[in-house]
Every structure is written in C-alpha cells, then in structure tokens.
Antibody
Framework: EMQLVQSGAEVKKPGESLKISCKGS????????IGWVRQMPGKGLEWMGI????????TYSPSFQGQVRISADKSMSTTYLQWSSLKASDTAIYYC?????????????WGQGTLVTVSS | IQMTQSPSSVSASIGDRVTITCRAS??????LAWYRQNPGKAPTLLIY???SLQSGVPSRFSGSGSGTDFTLTISSLQPEDFATYYC?????????FGGGTTVEI
C-alpha cells in the first residue's frame, strides 16, 4: 500500500526551531515529488512547496519562500519541513502529499497531517 | 493565480444534486482538480484535469469546465459527502487552492 506517514503533533514556543517529517512507503520514493500543504485552524488549504527526493530539486510558494525549508533524505525515504524560528502564526496542520505524477499534478496520496501548535 | 469558489457554503439533503463553482483569475486550460475534506481528515482527490474521475471515486462526482470557469457536481448526496470541497489549479506554481465550499446538512 502506498502511503505517507507523518511525525506526531508538536507544541513549541515562539522562537524555537522545529523539523517535522513525512515518510513514504509502498512506492519508489525517489521517483515522485512530495509537496507540503498548510491548513491554519478553521481555514483552507495553502500550497507551500514541493521537492523531488531524487535530487532535492525544490520549488517554494512565494508566500513561504524564506519562511520554511523543505528537504529530503532519500536513504530514509523521508521528506522534512523545518522552521528556524517559529511564530504563533505558524500554528496549523501541515500535510505532506504526493502528486499523481509530475510536480504540477494534483495530490492523490496524503499524509495524515501534523498539528503544530506555537504558543508561549 | 487566484481561485475563487462559490458558494462558500450550501445546505442540502441526502439525495440532492449539488453544484459548486470555481473561477480562476486567468486561463488555466483544463488544469484543475477537486478535493473533498471530511472533518478531521486529510483531503482526498476526486477529479483531476477538470473532468477525469480519480480511481476509486464514485461516479456521482463529475467535473466540467475549461479556461477560467469550472464546476463540480455531486449527483446524489450521500452522508459522507457532507464535507468541505476545494478546487486547485495545477497549471503553474504555486498550485493555489480555492477557499473551499462546505456542504452542510
């Protein structure tokens, strides 16, 4: 079964750093892009960026460029989303997702989501 | 590219036919997808390329449109269809989503 499994919920303070993960299984991990999507509390979906684990080619949404870093470790079949200094406004559920094929395809496989809470 | 959905919410009953619209701020050909998100769950892909049904998705879902105007139709609402629906343009980065349409009982 093709699936993406994300790391567990996190509670952090403003200014702290954080790295959450998304592990793929059941398919050739290095052959498919992985994207990240933010969903703030009670709000809609926001496309953050996408990475190709095969060579770590990455594209960010301008809204998130410089605010987060997306990376991948193909030996671990895992992609990461990280922050160097969290803000309260980073509180959200973060989903990783795999496109049907290419980088601009819709996402047909989703992780279960990781809730990040940033509060003093 | 900005994606605008309407209505933002709709009230309906089991068995009803529901239509949701999505408008792009510029032409995107047929590069549009639709998702359903049930409460507390990740979204699931329903339609891609404006009108292609994703594998495993019931045939009561259909999509149409091209250019800037698109529609998602649910022919006969089932209990699991009371959820929030999102369109997404897949024409160019960033792959923006619409604001969502909630289908309520």
């Amino acid at each position: 079964e093709m699936q993406l499994v994300q790391s567990g919920a996190e509670v952090k303070k403003p200014g702290e750093s954080l790295k959450i993960s998304c592990k793929g299984s059941g398919y050739s991990f290095t052959s498919y892009w992985i994207g990240w999507v933010r969903q703030m509390p009670g709000k809609g979906l926001e496309w953050m960026g996408i990475i190709y684990p095969g060579d770590s080619d990455t594209t960010y949404s301008p809204s998130f460029q410089g605010q987060v870093r997306i990376s991948a470790d193909k030996s671990m079949s895992t992609t990461y989303l990280q922050w160097s200094s969290l803000k309260a406004s980073d509180t959200a559920i973060y989903y990783c997702a795999r496109p049907r094929s290419g980088s601009e395809d819709p996402f047909d496989i989703w992780g279960q989501g990781t809730l990040v809470t940033v509060s003093s | 590219i900005q994606m605008t959905q309407s209505p933002s919410s709709v009230s309906a009953s089991i068995g009803d036919r529901v239509t949701i619209t999505c408008r792009a701020s510029q032409g995107i050909g047929s590069w549009l997808a639709w998702y359903r998100q049930n409460p507390g769950k990740a979204p699931t892909l329903l339609i891609y390329a404006a009108s292609s049904l994703q594998s495993g998705v019931p045939s009561r879902f259909s999509g149409s449109g091209s250019g800037t105007d698109f529609t998602l139709t649910i022919s006969s609402l089932q209990p699991e269809d009371f959820a929030t629906y999102y369109c997404q343009q897949t024409n160019s980065f960033p792959l923006t989503f619409g604001g969502g349409t909630t289908v309520e009982i």
